[in-house]
């Protein structure tokens, strides 16, 4: 009666080969600015969360960005739905800080839509503290290199509503191309349907041209 040798245990697949399509959490360094990936350790000190529930307050992330922060129990939800994000390789939520004071200037998220066909969607939002000075728009570019080089994203879109000409200038700027017009597209927080544009980069897109920064930043 012959014997075989016992099979070899099985090895740990490499990370990499397994979900090749994953966020995997890091900062970014803008210089004047860190993009920090958002969790729950964002609510101490209570800084952040009580500027997550001003920012919901604000009128135009109101509108065109709602925020379920309107409290420190719901932002807390919140911080743990994006460290969640981040566990999972899903999506990969940063908050800009200022480098100086860790002061909340804005959010930029990149997520999968069609996570094995490469296909992204990032969002962005600033409170008034981080409008008019470049820096979501930079943020953004940042991101979005950095989901092409190290996620394997093959297309990222950007869809707002059509009034919000803020965040369609921001789009064009980082090289987001328009692409079309998507009728009554996504309810706002106004209740209503709007319709929005369309806008995307691919991969294989060249670098858009630097903009020029404002002369003052305000303060």
């Known amino acids: 009666m012959s014997t075989s040798a016992p099979a070899p245990a099985p090895t740990p697949a490499d990370a990499d080969s397994v979900e090749p399509r994953t966020f995997r959490r890091t900062t970014l360094d803008l210089g004047d600015a860190v993009l920090r990936p958002w969790g729950r350790a964002d609510a101490e000190p209570g800084a952040l969360l ?4 001003a920012a919901a307050a604000d009128p135009l992330i109101a509108l065109w960005n709602p925020l379920p922060t309107r409290d420190p129990a719901a932002a807390l939800t919140w911080l743990a739905a994006r460290e969640d994000s981040w566990d999972k390789g899903t999506a990969a939520p940063f908050a ?29 939002w600033a409170p008034p503290s981080g409008r008019g000075r470049g820096l979501i728009g930079r943020a953004t570019r940042a991101v ?21 000409e803020a965040s369609c200038r921001l789009a064009l700027n980082c090289g987001y191309l328009p692409e079309g017009t998507l009728r009554a597209s996504y309810r706002f927080g106004d209740g209503t349907y709007h319709d ?24």
């Open 196 to 219: 929005e544009h369309l806008h995307a980069r691919l991969a294989t897109d060249p670098e858009p041209a630097p903009v020029p920064a404002p002369l003052a930043a305000p303060r």
């Open 96 to 124: 800009v800080l200022d480098a100086a004071d860790g002061a909340l200037l804005g959010c930029v998220n990149l997520r999968w839509t069609d996570r094995a066909d490469g296909l992204a969607m990032i969002g962005y």
């Open 50 to 53: 009580d500027s997550l529930v």
């Open 144 to 164: 979005t290199s950095w989901g092409f080089r190290t996620a394997e994203a093959r297309r990222i879109e950007v869809a707002h509503a059509v009034d919000n």
